[in-house]
């Protein structure tokens, strides 16, 4: 399984990107999928995570409301709406597959390469 994420880019505050993450093969609703951010000098954290049929999603705290997952398993792609975008938004998005959705990276088994998001204030 590859993954391959996009739609990152530079943008000002209070701008909305949408990143996508298409999965190679025939992954359709086999996995949850996941979506971690690096900013400079920090760990990687936990963004969002989507379950295999897109019923349930996990969002931590300093995203919710503004940002919103969702699939198509015809497509296996993700898709991360991401509105109201902050500086502290700023990272290297990945995205990642796991069995079930998840919060903790270990989890994850296969991971995309990562897309670039920079907010500007």
């Known amino acids: 399984v590859q993954l391959q994420a996009f739609g990152g880019g530079l943008v000002q505050a209070g701008a909305s990107l949408r990143l996508s993450c298409a999965a190679s093969?025939?992954?359709?609703?086999?996995?949850?999928m996941g979506w971690f951010r690096q900013a400079p000098g920090k760990e990687r954290e936990f963004v969002a995570a989507?379950?295999?049929?897109?019923?349930?999603?996990n969002y931590t705290d300093s995203v919710k409301g503004r940002f919103t997952l969702s699939r198509d398993n015809t497509k296996n792609t993700v898709y991360l709406q991401m509105n109201s975008l902050k500086p502290e938004d700023t990272a290297v998005y990945y995205c990642?597959?796991?069995?079930?959705?998840?919060?903790?990276?270990?989890?994850?088994?296969?991971w995309g390469q990562g897309t670039q998001v920079t907010v500007s204030s």
């Open positions: 990642a597959l796991a069995p079930r959705i998840a919060t903790d990276s270990a989890e994850y088994a296969y």
């Open positions: 093969g025939r992954t359709g609703s086999r996995y949850a």
């Open positions: 989507i379950s295999r049929l897109g019923i349930s999603t």
